[in-house]
């Protein structure tokens, strides 16, 4: 019998890879969606005849509850939420009402439907933010500084505390960024591929940027998925960090991205003080050896080859659409 899973956030970067990851692994994939006026299919768009879409929405309590009791998934990957971090700022009861409570919402549908249901919730690095050890590993304190990293500390802490309460399975997998030709543009790898092969093509001549300085660690969202699914297929419930161990800072990306391209990245870049955050988070770098070890989990793609691969994709894409395309609907 296969298994069937519920992805909350299908339509996001991570909801598409992990929708096409667990198709291959021959399970019922249903993908939960807000309602909007327009659908925003596009990074899903391959796979609508192989999976369901139902609706539902991390602020509506009984369209939660619903989806599990008709769906009665074994697995269900939380990954819905307000993402971007500076509209946190904008929005910081919406972000908690989607972030944090929303997560509580679905703990809440499946204590009372099914508590056998396995639950992945997506906790963020961002909780680490004013680092309070380096590496970054399972044990380090938290420190968020963003209402987005406080709303997923909330989100960490009541997965955890609903598997002690409860009983569940429930993990947490603390992801570090991780990025892909299907990232949204508003973050700063797409930014900056995309950029770049506007820039190459001759459809613009700057791009500007926020602080140059700050450090990621990241890695290809491709393979971040695939821990999210080994988590949750191992014997116990435990949390665990997800990252490449290398860190590399905006101007690193930058001049990869450009250099790959032949651009001299001096020649194109702003720096624009209203991108600068009202606080930041400056150096992030994981330790994801307990993953390694029990789950047998690690990166295919690095850095550079993960950006040469955007600026690819984006070349392409930017090459094929019309020049007075909107750029968002020519993704
Ligand atoms: P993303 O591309 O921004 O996708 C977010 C998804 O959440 C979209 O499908 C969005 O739907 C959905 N969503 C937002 N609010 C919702 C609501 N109220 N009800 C139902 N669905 C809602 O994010 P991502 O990069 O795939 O990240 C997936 C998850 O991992 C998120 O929880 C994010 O915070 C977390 N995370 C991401 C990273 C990273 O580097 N990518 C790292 C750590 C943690 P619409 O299409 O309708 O907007
Ligand atoms: O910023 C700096 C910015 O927006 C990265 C989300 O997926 O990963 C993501 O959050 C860094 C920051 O990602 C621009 O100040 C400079 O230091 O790409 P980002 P993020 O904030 O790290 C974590 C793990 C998540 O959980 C989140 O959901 O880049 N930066 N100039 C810029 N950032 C942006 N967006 N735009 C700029 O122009």
């Not at 821990?227 to 435990?238: G, K, S, T």
């Amino acid at each position: 019998m296969s298994k069937r899973a519920i992805i909350t956030g299908v339509t996001g970067q991570d909801g598409s890879y992990l929708a096409e990851l667990l198709l291959s692994k021959g399970y019922e994939v249903v993908g939960a969606v807000r309602r909007a006026s327009a659908p925003n299919f596009w990074r899903i768009q391959h796979l609508l005849d192989r999976i369901t879409i139902k609706p539902a929405d991390l602020l509506d309590q009984l369209s939660i509850i619903r989806l599990v009791e008709e769906v009665r998934p074994h697995e269900l990957y939380n990954l819905a939420a307000m993402s971007f971090v500076p509209a946190s700022w904008d929005q910081p009861m919406l972000t908690g009402e989607f972030n944090a409570q929303g997560v509580t919402r679905v703990l809440e549908a499946i204590r009372h439907v099914d508590p056998s249901i396995r639950l992945y919730q997506a906790s963020s690095s961002e909780m680490f933010g004013k680092v309070r050890q380096v590496p970054q590993n399972e044990l380090t304190p938290f420190y968020p500084r963003s209402p987005y990293g406080v709303s997923k500390v909330f989100a960490h802490y009541i997965t955890v505390n609903y598997r002690e309460s409860y009983d569940l399975f429930a993990v947490s997998g603390m992801l570090f960024n991780h990025e892909s030709p299907r990232r949204g543009l508003e973050f700063v790898t797409r930014k900056v591929t995309e950029g770049v092969a506007r820039i190459k093509l001759g459809r613009a001549d700057k791009l500007s940027l926020g602080n140059l300085d700050a450090s990621r660690d990241w890695g290809f969202a491709g393979d971040y998925v695939k821990a999210m699914w080994l988590m949750l297929q191992q014997d116990r419930p435990d949390d665990y960090v997800i990252a490449t161990g290398i860190s590399h800072s905006v101007r690193d990306l930058v001049q990869v991205a450009f250099g790959h391209a032949g651009l001299d990245w001096q020649k194109y870049i702003k720096t624009d003080s209203t991108l600068i955050r009202p606080a930041e988070v400056e150096h992030l770098i994981g330790d994801s050896s307990k993953a390694r070890s029990e789950l047998g989990w690690g990166p295919s793609v690095d850095f550079p080859g993960l950006i040469r691969m955007m600026v690819d994709a984006d070349l392409e894409r930017v090459a094929a659409a019309p020049q007075s395309a909107d750029r968002l609907s020519t993704l």
